[in-house]
């Protein structure tokens, strides 16, 4: 096998999402570190979602590991969704969807050089007008640097984390009409 045909490649359904009227659509935000083993299964499933034909109105976005670059997607949107690794101490591949209130809501930084999920959504909860935010957490065991390959269990929740993104993405929808 080819190491090529696993690299990532940077995911934007909309590249233009900055210069559009994004009021009325939902952005996915997959978050982590690619190179951590299971600590990057958000990116992973923006991966696998850029090969399916996404719902109307629902962007997608490579969020990395964070970053106060991203904090423009908290103005564009009122809804967002976030896919995020955890160790909360729920089995390994375990989905959970949680609605944040606060940014103590949401994982620390699984790596330590990461500036983080929750550092970010600390300075959302500063703006004036702050999104709708939903978080889907999936379960990890362990952090294993320097890999991009991710444990069976974790590799097996994405198809359940997508079917409910769908599902999430169709109710929120349907509340906006």
Request: aromatic share 8%; glycine share 6%; charged share 20%.
């Amino acid at each position: 096998m080819n190491p090529s045909d696993h690299s990532p490649i940077a995911i934007s359904s909309d590249a233009f999402y900055f210069e559009k009227d994004k009021s009325d659509s939902i952005l996915l935000l997959g978050v982590g570190n690619y190179l951590m083993g299971d600590e990057g299964v958000g990116v992973h499933l923006i991966q696998e979602m850029a090969k399916l034909d996404l719902p109307k109105k629902l962007d997608i976005l490579d969020g990395g590991t964070g970053g106060f670059l991203l904090l423009n997607c908290f103005e564009a949107y009122k809804t967002i969704i976030f896919v995020d690794a955890t160790m909360d101490g729920k089995p390994e591949g375990t989905v959970s969807l949680i609605r944040p209130k606060f940014a103590s809501d949401f994982p620390s930084a699984l790596s330590v050089h990461d500036v983080g999920l929750k550092d970010m959504i600390e300075a959302v909860y500063l703006m004036e007008t702050k999104p709708n935010l939903w978080l889907f957490t999936v379960s990890i065991q362990e952090i294993v640097p320097m890999t991009i390959a991710l444990s069976p269990k974790v590799q097996h929740a994405i198809p359940e984390i997508i079917e409910q993104i769908f599902n999430l993405t169709e109710a929120l929808q349907e509340d906006y009409c």
